[in-house]
């Protein structure tokens, strides 16, 4: 009966005859069957119910709501707003700006990855979950999302404002990361530092090494250097560092 239902994409009913089943005799395949049916036709109900329409109206709604500090009610919104149409990536960047106005970073970085996932190109998202990571002392993963978005910036919009925030964001991500300690000497934060295996990575680097004696004999070599994305990464942790200083 169950199978009977199924074909005819009576999802409701197939659901009631295997469960009917399993009470009977527990197996493996009727079980699989309960469950995938179950998804089915759950997935079968969120499609029923998008509607771009509506989907703008609760994005409306949300923004109303964010606009007044009134977070838990925007999460809301933007929710429904996701519900309506799970295609628009400004209902999970913008569901991830109100969560994190509710301290809730995991969650919003989640919204910001499945925003990223949808649309690539969409930096907000970028930025957003980076500034949910810097919030959480991600330090390392702020940066990587950073440069990912830095990335896929430079390629569509070399001299975008959204290219600077960016750039103003990592070099706050990395001043965080390797400043002092409450109650932490000068010298313990260089010890620190000095093991932090990023910063070990790069020291390590025989490229890095060459580019760095390089710039001791002629620190105008350095700015030529840093042309090449990979290494003005690599300049820009150890200046943040403080194993490269400027005058």
Same mark, same amino acid.
């Given at each position: *009966?169950?199978?009977?239902?199924? &074909?005819? +994409?009576?999802?409701?009913?197939?659901?009631?005859?295997?469960?009917?089943?399993?009470?009977?005799?527990?197996? %493996?395949?009727?079980?699989?069957?309960?469950?995938?049916?179950?998804?089915a036709l759950k997935n079968q109900a969120a499609e029923a119910y998008i509607d771009e329409a509506k989907s703008e109206e609760a994005r409306l709604q949300g923004k109303e709501y964010f606009t007044k500090g009134d977070w838990p009610n925007a999460v809301k919104a933007y929710t429904e707003m996701i519900k309506r149409n799970p295609k628009d990536v400004r209902g999970y960047?913008?569901?991830?700006?109100?969560?994190?106005?509710? *301290?809730?970073?995991?969650? =919003?970085?989640?919204?910001?990855?499945?925003?990223?996932?949808?649309?690539?190109?969409?930096?907000?998202?970028?930025?957003?979950? =980076?500034?949910?990571?810097?919030?959480?002392?991600?330090? &390392?993963?702020?940066?990587?999302?950073?440069?990912?978005?830095?990335?896929?910036?430079?390629?569509?919009? %070399? +001299?975008?404002?959204?290219?600077?925030?960016?750039?103003?964001?990592?070099?706050?991500?990395?001043?965080?990361?390797?400043? %002092?300690?409450?109650?932490?000497?000068?010298?313990?934060? *260089?010890?620190?530092?000095?093991?932090?295996?990023?910063?070990?990575?790069?020291?390590?680097? %025989?490229? *890095? +090494?060459?580019?760095?004696?390089?710039?001791?004999?002629?620190?105008?070599?350095?700015?030529?250097?840093?042309? +090449?994305?990979?290494?003005?990464? &690599?300049?820009?942790?150890?200046?943040?560092?403080?194993?490269?200083?400027?005058?």
């Amino acid at each position: *009966m169950g199978n009977c239902y199924l &074909k005819k +994409n009576d999802l409701k009913s197939a659901i009631e005859y295997f469960e009917r089943s399993l009470t009977e005799h527990r197996t %493996p395949d009727v079980l699989n069957k309960l469950r995938a049916t179950e998804k089915a036709l759950k997935n079968q109900a969120a499609e029923a119910y998008i509607d771009e329409a509506k989907s703008e109206e609760a994005r409306l709604q949300g923004k109303e709501y964010f606009t007044k500090g009134d977070w838990p009610n925007a999460v809301k919104a933007y929710t429904e707003m996701i519900k309506r149409n799970p295609k628009d990536v400004r209902g999970y960047s913008n569901r991830a700006a109100a969560l994190a106005k509710l *301290m809730s970073f995991p969650d =919003a970085i989640r919204d910001c990855e499945q925003a990223i996932k949808i649309d690539p190109t969409f930096i907000r998202a970028y930025i957003r979950k =980076a500034n949910a990571e810097l919030a959480i002392k991600e330090y &390392k993963n702020c940066a990587d999302t950073l440069s990912e978005a830095r990335e896929v910036e430079a390629k569509a919009n %070399p +001299n975008s404002a959204q290219l600077r925030e960016i750039d103003q964001l990592y070099q706050k991500a990395l001043s965080q990361r390797f400043a %002092p300690l409450d109650g932490e000497t000068y010298e313990q934060t *260089m010890a620190r530092i000095q093991k932090d295996p990023e910063v070990v990575e790069i020291l390590s680097d %025989p490229v *890095m +090494n060459s580019i760095l004696q390089q710039a001791q004999n002629n620190p105008a070599a350095l700015q030529e250097h840093m042309k +090449n994305p990979a290494v003005y990464k &690599k300049i820009l942790v150890l200046m943040s560092a403080g194993i490269i200083r400027t005058r």
